[in-house]
C-alpha cells in the first residue's frame, strides 16, 4: 500500500491550535461509477439549503481569522470551502469539473471544509505544511500561460521537496500536482479547525472513502488523523 505521512510545522501549530486534518490516500483503480460524484454533489446542495451543520459558519469564521493571522484578507482570498461555498450559494451549482474532484469538492461542501485533492506521483518528497520564506516556487498559469510566482514571507503553504503545491495553506493549488481521474496515486487531505467536531470530520473523511470505494471498486484506500 502506497505510504504517505503528510507533516505540519510547528509554526503552523502555533498559528492555528488545535489543526487537524485526515490524510487519505488511494491507489487507484479504474472508474466505474462516475455518477458518484453528481450524487454527492446533490446531497452537499441539500445541506447547504438545510443549513445542516450548526458548526459551519463558526467554522468557516475560524478559517477567516487564521489567514488574518498570517497576514492574508480572508475578503479576497478566501479558504477553498468558503470559496466553493460561495459559488453555489450565487450561481445555484457549480459546473462537473472531473468525477474524482467533483466528488471531493462535494465533500467540502457538504461539510464546509477546505478538501484538497493531489496527484501524488507528481510529488518530490513528503508533502508538509508550513511557513513560507518567500524564496520557493509554485507554478500557476496566468493568462492562460504557465508560470511561477513565489508566495509571499510568513505565508502558510502546503510544499514538497520541489516547490510550494498549494498556496495560502488551501486557497490555490499548483498545476504539477493537481489531481483528475487518470491520476493512479491519489493523496486527499481533509482539514479542519476545533470548531468542527471531531465526529464530524471523521464523516466527512468516511463520505470520502466511501465515494470513491463506490465509484472506483478494488481501490485501495488508508486513512490516518494527522494532528498539529
Known amino acids: 500500500m502506497l505510504s504517505i505521512h503528510p507533516s505540519i510545522d510547528p509554526k503552523v501549530a502555533e498559528l492555528a491550535p488545535g489543526f487537524r486534518a485526515v490524510s487519505v490516500v488511494v491507489e487507484a483503480a479504474p472508474i466505474v461509477n462516475p455518477g458518484v460524484a453528481a450524487q454527492a454533489m446533490e446531497r452537499a446542495y441539500k445541506a447547504v439549503e438545510s443549513n445542516a451543520h450548526e458548526w459551519a459558519d463558526a467554522h468557516l469564521a475560524a478559517w477567516a481569522e487564521t489567514f488574518r493571522k498570517f497576514g492574508v484578507k480572508p475578503q479576497r482570498t478566501p479558504c477553498s470551502a468558503e470559496a466553493l461555498l460561495r459559488r453555489v450559494k450565487k450561481d445555484g451549482q457549480l459546473p462537473a469539473i472531473d468525477p474524482v474532484v467533483d466528488l471531493y469538492n462535494a465533500i467540502s461542501i457538504q461539510y464546509a ?10 510529488y518530490t518528497g513528503m508533502p508538509r505544511l508550513t511557513i513560507a520564506d518567500g524564496s520557493e516556487e509554485f507554478d500557476t498559469m496566468k493568462n492562460g500561460e504557465p508560470t511561477f510566482e513565489s508566495p509571499d514571507a510568513g505565508e502558510v503553504v502546503w510544499r514538497d521537496d520541489k516547490g510550494v503545491t498549494c498556496r495560502r495553506w488551501n486557497w490555490r493549488q499548483g498545476v504539477r500536482t493537481r489531481l483528475d481521474a487518470h491520476a493512479q496515486q491519489m493523496w486527499f487531505i481533509l482539514e ?9 470530520l471523521n464523516a466527512a473523511a468516511d463520505d470520502l472513502v466511501a465515494g470513491l470505494a463506490e465509484m472506483m471498486p478494488g481501490a485501495a484506500i488508508s486513512t490516518e488523523l494527522v494532528e498539529a
Open 113 to 122: 471544509i477546505p478538501v484538497g485533492g493531489e496527484n501524488f506521483e507528481a
Open 192 to 200: 479542519s479547525l476545533p470548531e468542527m467536531p471531531i465526529e464530524a
